[in-house]
């Protein structure tokens, strides 16, 4: 005598089912050597850019005219803007140079990751600080006094560079490069495959 046959069960309808491909995980692929090693790359060549923009910052940054009177030294036009230029100069360039790395990254590597998207910060605040630190090299002195003791007094004399609102400065860069990299990856990368029922029999 056999037992009655019984009608299969369907498997339960929870969050689990069906079960993800094998190549897919609710956290996403695993991040690859590679993809590190291109990242310290990212931060490498946006903090060697870095020099570029110090230059080009002591170039274009408008110039603080001051002048001694052999006791103290002043600004030759107390009602000029120029200090503040050399801040706004130094944060136009900056965002400049972030959305290019942005978008050098996105050409060169569309797919993106959050190695890329770190090395283009890292690298955008470092750059900015090689960039800070190489103009006040480059321009006038720090020494304003000795400045004004060599060129003696009633001459007019550059100031040296300086950054009034460094840490927003240092901020513009990183800024730019990430979020210009996130929106074209966001818009022209390429699209994960949509999950689907496997309608297959077993």
């Known amino acids: 005598m056999t037992a009655p046959l019984t009608p299969s069960q369907p498997p339960p309808h929870d969050s689990g089912w069906p079960p993800p491909p094998p190549h897919e995980g609710p956290a996403g692929d695993p991040i690859t050597a590679a993809e590190v090693v291109q990242g310290l790359v990212v931060t490498a060549a946006s903090a060697v850019a870095g020099a570029v923009l110090g230059a080009l910052w002591v170039w274009l940054a408008p110039t603080v005219q001051l002048i001694s009177d052999g006791k103290g030294v002043y600004l030759r036009d107390s009602e000029g803007e120029a200090a503040i230029g050399a801040d706004g100069t130094f944060v136009l360039l900056a965002l400049a140079f972030g959305a290019v790395a942005g978008l050098v990254v996105f050409l060169v590597r569309r797919k993106g990751g959050v190695p890329l998207a770190l090395g283009l910060a890292v690298g955008g605040v470092l750059g900015s600080l090689l960039a800070w630190w190489l103009g006040t090299k480059l321009g006038p002195t ?14 007019v004399f550059e100031a040296p560079l300086k950054l009034q609102m460094g840490a927003a400065a240092m901020l513009a860069w990183p800024l730019a490069a990430t979020v210009v990299h996130l929106l074209l990856t966001g818009l022209f990368g390429p699209r994960d495959p949509e999950p689907g029922w496997d309608l297959q029999k077993r």
């Not at 000795?146 to 003696?152: E, I, L, Q, S, T």
């Open 142 to 155: 720090a020494d304003v006094v000795a400045h004004a003791k060599a060129v003696g007094p009633e001459v």
